[in-house]
């Protein structure tokens, strides 16, 4: 008879760790790629100022007229503030400085995208975390009282 030895699951954790996969679709519908983040990671927030501070002082220069090396700096801004593969999958669509119909850039259309989510799942899951939270502490608040009220007498 032959033993058949299966992988030992006792070293493996499991957790979930908030991941959300996303599909990017076009105004008409079409997906176009996807990728997959934590949008309610509290570390987004210190990320978020750091790649906000990167553009804010971003130039490109005369000096340096070498595209692709800027195209790389904002794929890597956008990896670093989702902490995932995203740069790649909304520039694998078009280049980051492709001029958009209102005068932005695409690379600008793709962080507000991004921020957008990260308020909505952030608002969502505070809203939430509140709820399970007050059930335990409703007990410990005190309704206000009503001053009674004498109508001059």
């Known amino acids: 008879m032959e033993q ?3 992988p030992n699951k006792m070293n493996t954790m499991v957790i979930d760790d908030g991941s959300k996969t996303y599909t990017i679709e076009n105004k008409q519908g079409k997906s176009l790629a996807e990728f997959c983040f ?3 990671d509290t570390n987004i927030i210190s990320r978020y100022k750091e790649v ?6 971003f130039v490109i220069t005369e000096e340096d007229p070498d595209i692709q090396k800027y195209e790389k700096q904002v794929i890597e ?5 989702v902490n995932a593969d995203a740069g790649n999958a909304f520039f694998g669509i078009m280049g980051p400085f492709s001029p ?4 932005t850039l695409f690379y600008e259309t793709c962080l507000d995208a991004v921020c957008n989510v990260i308020n909505q799942e ?5 809203e939430k975390m509140q ?10 608040y005190k309704p206000k009282r009503r001053k009674k009220s ?3 007498r």
């Open 4 to 6: 058949t030895t299966t």
């Open 38 to 40: 934590r949008p309610a």
């Open 52 to 57: 906000s501070k990167f553009f804010q002082n």
């Open 77 to 81: 801004q956008m990896n670093y503030l």
């Open 100 to 103: 958009m119909p209102d005068g």
């Open 122 to 126: 952030l608002d969502v899951r505070l």
């Open 131 to 140: 709820k399970r939270t007050g059930k335990y502490t409703k007990k410990y």
């Open 150 to 152: 004498y109508h001059g």
